[in-house]
């Protein structure tokens, strides 16, 4: 029982991390153009768009569509990877959070849809001229960075809440 409780772990722990990893990078990727764009220099109304758009983004994506919606479904998919036993949703646990892979068909034709939107969203913003590019990235990684934090902050709870129980279920003082 306790070697089924520690890969269930093992491969909940992937999970998280491969789509804290995808964030993360995606994040570095984004902010790296944004500091580009702030060396080449700003106007002040340049400067207040960059200010304006990153708590737009941070509240709008990262708190409201990552952190207060999809997150608490990864971490519900992620909690489900404890009952699934194909080694190919172990294997890919990243996309099985994700819903990329396992769930209902209409949910992964909406999680690739998503997939789909974001690409585009990067091909449009891709065209915008500098400094703009940079500053619709710099707000696009706050966000990513926001919406990772909360799903490491939620993993973690799920993780010692879950760890205080035993392997047993029994629950721990």
């Given amino acids: 029982?306790?070697?089924?409780?520690?890969?269930?772990?093992?491969?909940?722990?992937?999970?998280?991390?491969g789509v804290v990893f995808l964030?993360?990078?995606?994040?570095?990727?984004?902010?790296?153009?944004?500091?580009?764009a702030v060396r080449g220099g700003?106007?002040?109304?340049?400067?207040l768009a960059l200010v304006?758009?990153?708590?737009?983004?941070?509240y709008?994506?990262?708190v409201r569509a990552l952190q207060r919606r999809w997150v608490p479904?990864?971490?519900a998919r992620i909690e489900r990877l404890r009952a699934e036993r194909r080694l190919g949703y172990h294997l890919a646990a990243p996309l099985y959070a994700m819903s990329l892979i396992g769930?209902?068909?209409?949910?992964?034709?909406r999680a690739w849809a998503g997939v789909a939107a974001i690409i585009s969203a990067v091909l449009i913003v891709s065209r915008l001229p500098d400094p703009w590019r940079g500053i619709v990235d710099s707000a696009v990684a706050a966000a990513l960075v926001w919406g990772a934090s909360a799903?490491?902050?939620?993993?973690?709870?799920?993780?010692?809440?879950r760890n205080t129980e035993g392997p047993d279920g029994i629950r721990e003082p």
Avoid: I, K, N
């Fill in 1 to 17: 029982m306790r070697s089924a409780w520690r890969r269930d772990s093992a491969v909940q722990a992937w999970a998280v991390a």
């Fill in 103 to 109: 769930p209902p068909r209409a949910a992964v034709v």
């Fill in 151 to 161: 799903l490491l902050y939620g993993a973690g709870r799920a993780f010692r809440d």
């Fill in 60 to 62: 709008g994506e990262g």
């Fill in 73 to 75: 479904y990864v971490l």
């Fill in 52 to 58: 304006l758009l990153t708590a737009a983004f941070v």
């Fill in 23 to 36: 964030f993360a990078e995606a994040a570095w990727r984004l902010a790296l153009r944004g500091v580009d």
């Fill in 42 to 47: 700003l106007t002040p109304f340049e400067w």
